[in-house]
């Protein structure tokens, strides 16, 4: 079963986010909070659990469309191509923020991903989420934790998010209510940004 812990978002404790940070450099999967939708994620360097999460997402882990979340844009030429100065003004404005940004993925892409022309980017607005990543030393790949509910899409109570959740994954963070608004996508691989959803983040940014 998977342990719960509260981390809260104003000030989160070193000594816990440590605890997530062991389950993660173990393989391990782990529920957090974000500035948008609670995240299911894993250390982008275990292929093992990114297996797990592909298995548990259903999809097949080289087409899987995880997003990988960062600390800070200083994380960004590991993952991808050189950008020109339009697209990372984009970013700067916009981050951290409710934003997916897909980008060109670089040669330097974990294993797992090399065929990938592409990748989304995440730096959320949430200081835990930040705080476990910089810890980590490297993203977390994550994706949104849907609900089969056709009416509430995702589910915002983490002890609920806990109680469904327990048998498939090794630890669930608590960080108050998430929000029930997924990120807004946004490719930034053509010429022109493209929406390809819009959830929380405003589109002033483009």
């Not at 989160?12 to 909070?33: D, F, R, W």
């Not at 899987?64 to 990372?88: G, M």
């Not at 700067?92 to 940004?101: D, E, I, S, W």
């Not at 949104?144 to 498939?168: A, C, G, M, R």
Request: net charge negative; hydrophobic share 35%; glycine share 6%.
């Amino acid at each position: 079963m998977a342990e719960f812990i509260k981390i809260y978002n104003e000030n989160p404790n070193p000594k816990e986010i440590e605890k997530v940070v062991k389950v993660l450099q173990k393989g391990g999967l782990v529920i957090y909070p974000t500035d948008t939708v609670y995240g299911l994620g894993c250390d982008i360097t275990s292929t093992k659990a990114l297996e797990k999460i592909a298995k548990i997402k259903g999809v097949k882990l080289e087409k899987a469309n995880f997003s990988f979340i960062c600390n800070d844009l200083s994380h960004l030429s590991d993952y991808v191509k050189q950008i020109d100065t339009a697209t990372y003004k984009i970013l700067k404005r916009a981050l951290p923020g409710p934003y997916t940004f897909i980008l060109p993925g670089s040669n330097s892409l974990p294993k797992v991903f090399k065929k990938r022309k592409t990748v989304g980017i995440r730096i959320p607005d949430n200081n835990i989420a930040r705080a476990i990543v910089e810890a980590l030393g490297n993203p977390i790949v994550s994706t949104s934790i849907h609900d089969e509910d056709t009416v509430l899409e995702y589910t915002t109570d983490p002890e609920l998010i806990f109680e469904k959740w327990q048998n498939q994954v090794d630890l669930v963070v608590d960080g108050g209510f998430g929000d029930n608004y997924a990120s807004t996508v946004i490719d930034l691989t053509t010429d022109e940004p493209e929406v390809i959803r819009e959830g929380k983040g405003s589109l002033d940014i483009l």
